[in-house]
């Protein structure tokens, strides 16, 4: 059964930093195009980055160009999201998705693309 855990978020100063994982187990991560999302109290969920399956081509939210940095190991069949200089704004609970098996090699943040979620770790930007 294919299965995403996302782990490592936490409550963090502004300016702060946290690398977020999303572990994939019951299927190959190499095979799938990964994205992270977020939904912020009263929000919609929105796309925040995605990658191709080699890690070739990554896609950022304007919001975050500069301080995101999506990463992935398909040994460690996980993905990570790197996250800095953390703003108030960012506070969020954040998803990892997976759209595949697929043969594409770019990648886009169409959540209706994405038919596998993880169950989200929440992010806290505060004083």
């Known amino acids: 059964q294919l299965q995403l855990v996302e782990s490592g978020g936490g409550l963090v100063q502004p300016g702060g930093s946290l690398r977020l994982s999303c572990a994939a187990s019951g299927f190959r991560l190499n095979y799938y195009v990964i994205g992270w999302f977020r939904q912020a109290p009263g929000k919609e969920r929105e796309g925040v980055s995605c990658?191709?399956?080699?890690?070739?081509?990554?896609n950022y939210a304007d919001s975050v160009k500069g301080r995101f940095t999506i990463s992935r190991d398909n040994a460690k069949n996980t993905v990570y999201l790197q996250m800095n200089s953390l703003k108030p704004e960012d506070t969020a609970v954040y998803y990892c998705?997976?759209?595949?098996?697929?043969?594409?090699?770019?990648?886009?943040?169409?959540?209706?693309?994405?038919?596998?979620w993880g169950q989200g770790t929440q992010v806290t930007v505060s004083t």
């Open positions: 990658i191709s399956r080699s890690g070739g081509v990554t």
């Open positions: 998705a997976a759209v595949g098996p697929t043969i594409q090699v770019m990648c886009n943040m169409n959540q209706g693309d994405f038919g596998s």
